[in-house]
């Protein structure tokens, strides 16, 4: 049985303050920020606990796993990632037949507004990533994804939950992988400057 832990606290931010994995050196991956790091300061090291799969707002609320603020901030975070098209005809070409339909009244205020079309957003995926920076102060983030429907899945909530899952996992090695070069390169740099220093 899953155990309950108290409710992620963060405070609401509007989307645009939230960071993408390209201001830490790493591929865009939407997060919402309690804290960021320094523009001179990286990540030394990054932990993320297992994501957890929503069909809404209020299921996630009712997992008591996330404020409400965190859980509306995470779906508006997830609905802006999901790919949009100019036209239907477009969306479907990509997707599948069936499988896109233009944005609710309330996805697209949550979205900004326009006219575009995405494939049927199904829920979105939840999870926490906690991390350390090179200034010695760690922090936390509530990072999202997606889930949605597409050829692949065919609008088959678990299927698609899936996908999502192999999705965010992949982003997570990609960001993993980044804070290890950058601490290799930050050490050796050290090790070249130390062995200038001790030959002179």
Known sequence: ????????????????????????????????????????????????????????????????????????????ASLASVPRFDTLEACEA?????????????????????????????????????ANTSRGRSFERVYQEPVYRNRQNQGNWNAAASQATQRVNQRNEALRSSVVQNRQATTRRGLGTRSASWGS
């Open 94 to 130: 990509e997707h599948g037949e069936g499988a896109c339909a233009a944005p609710t009244d309330a996805q697209a205020q949550a979205a900004g507004g326009g006219n575009w079309f995405m494939p049927a957003m199904m829920g979105y995926m939840v999870g926490n990533m906690l």
């Open 1 to 76: 049985m899953e155990k309950q832990t108290q409710p992620t606290h963060l405070p609401r931010r509007k989307r645009s303050a939230r960071l993408s994995l390209a201001m830490m050196g790493a591929s865009a991956f939407g997060l919402t920020a309690c804290t960021q790091p320094a523009e001179d300061e990286h990540l030394t090291d990054v932990r993320f606990d297992e994501p957890r799969s929503y069909q809404g707002v209020e299921e996630c609320v009712a997992a008591n796993v996330y404020t409400r603020s965190a859980c509306e901030d995470a779906y508006e």
